[in-house]
């Protein structure tokens, strides 16, 4: 058994060397959400100036069909003007319920009639933060639960094929202690959103390198296995869950710090796509 225990390891180690000699180079991502769509129409200026001046290059734009497509144009006008990419950004836990697609259809039909009236200033992907565990049925059914998100992401991965949009999806950490054995197989839940997807962020929410590239080297090997972009993430926001799990009180000066050990620990990994700050609208208030 320690035999085969040590060949499987060397294995793991030969592949993962391996994959990064042969990883193609990717450039390197400064990603936010923007939660608040509404906030663009009084506050565009203030938030692409504000983007420009930490380097943002990709944001996660919340999606609200109340919202004027005008404003969605006019935003991806300014921001590629910037050299930003912007994604489409939509989901909820509940979208894993019974009916919840029918929320992710609205979500595909209205980026359908979007890409399709204003091809100048259009998308550049989707990505998707659910949640599933927030939902009631990951306490009372987690293994339908977990099937029914595999499920809703599949769907996803189809309709944003069908538009010509990359697919990405939000992740907590602690997903590859999550097991499925179901109609798609069997495994850990974050090695099969890192192969199903076209990028992935991780949401690493603690005030630690250390911790948070401990909690990452799995992923981050998947990220090579199946040449999948990922891009870590940390908090800004003054969190109920402690202190730790977010730098509101630490600064920005020590998230800064925080993520450049993140980025020269994973320099090798050309997979290691970028690194996000959740929210904009914390970030703009976080202290130095």
């Known amino acids: 058994m320690r035999r085969i225990l040590t060949t499987g390891l060397f294995a793991i180690i030969l592949l993962f060397f391996s994959h990064m000699n042969e990883a193609s180079a990717k450039e390197f991502d400064r990603a936010t959400w923007i939660w608040n769509p509404w906030e663009l129409v009084t506050n565009e200026t203030k938030i692409i100036d504000f983007l420009n001046e930490k380097q943002v290059t990709k944001v996660y734009l919340q999606i609200d069909e109340e919202v004027s497509q005008d404003v969605y144009k006019r935003f991806i006008e300014k921001a590629n003007e910037a050299n930003i990419t912007v994604f489409a950004l939509d989901g909820a836990p509940n979208w894993i319920l019974k009916g919840g697609?029918?929320?992710?259809?609205?979500?595909?039909?209205?980026?359908?009639?979007?890409?399709?009236?204003?091809?100048?200033?259009?998308?550049?992907?989707?990505?998707?933060?659910?949640?599933?565990?927030?939902?009631?049925?990951?306490?009372?059914?987690?293994?339908?639960?977990?099937?029914?998100?595999?499920?809703?992401?599949?769907?996803?991965?189809?309709?944003?094929?069908?538009?010509?949009?990359?697919?990405?999806?939000?992740?907590?950490?602690?997903?590859?202690?999550?097991?499925?054995?179901?109609?798609?197989?069997?495994?850990?839940?974050?090695?099969?959103?890192?192969?199903?997807?076209?990028?992935?962020?991780?949401?690493?929410?603690?005030?630690?390198?250390?911790?948070?590239?401990?909690?990452?080297?799995?992923?981050?090997?998947?990220?090579l296995k199946w040449k999948t972009p990922i891009t870590i993430a940390v908090e800004t926001i003054d969190s109920h869950e402690g202190d730790d799990v977010t730098f509101y009180q630490e600064?920005?000066?020590?998230?800064?710090?925080?993520?450049?050990?993140?980025?020269?620990?994973?320099?090798?990994?050309?997979?290691?796509?970028?690194?996000?700050?959740?929210?904009?609208?914390?970030?703009?208030?976080?202290?130095?």
């Open 251 to 288: 600064g920005e000066r020590s998230m800064n710090r925080v993520l450049l050990q993140v980025k020269e620990f994973y320099q090798k990994n050309n997979y290691h796509s970028g690194e996000a700050i959740h929210h904009v609208d914390s970030w703009m208030t976080l202290g130095k």
């Open 101 to 223: 697609y029918k929320s992710q259809d609205n979500l595909f039909q209205w980026l359908s009639t979007y890409q399709q009236t204003h091809s100048t200033a259009s998308f550049a992907g989707v990505h998707l933060d659910v949640e599933p565990y927030l939902a009631k049925q990951w306490t009372t059914n987690r293994k339908a639960a977990i099937t029914s998100f595999q499920i809703l992401l599949t769907r996803a991965k189809t309709s944003a094929n069908q538009l010509g949009l990359p697919l990405e999806a939000d992740i907590p950490f602690w997903y590859d202690e999550v097991t499925y054995k179901n109609g798609f197989g069997g495994g850990n839940l974050a090695e099969w959103i890192i192969r199903k997807m076209d990028g992935v962020t991780i949401m690493a929410y603690i005030d630690s390198g250390r911790q948070i590239i401990n909690q990452t080297k799995l992923e981050m090997f998947y990220s």
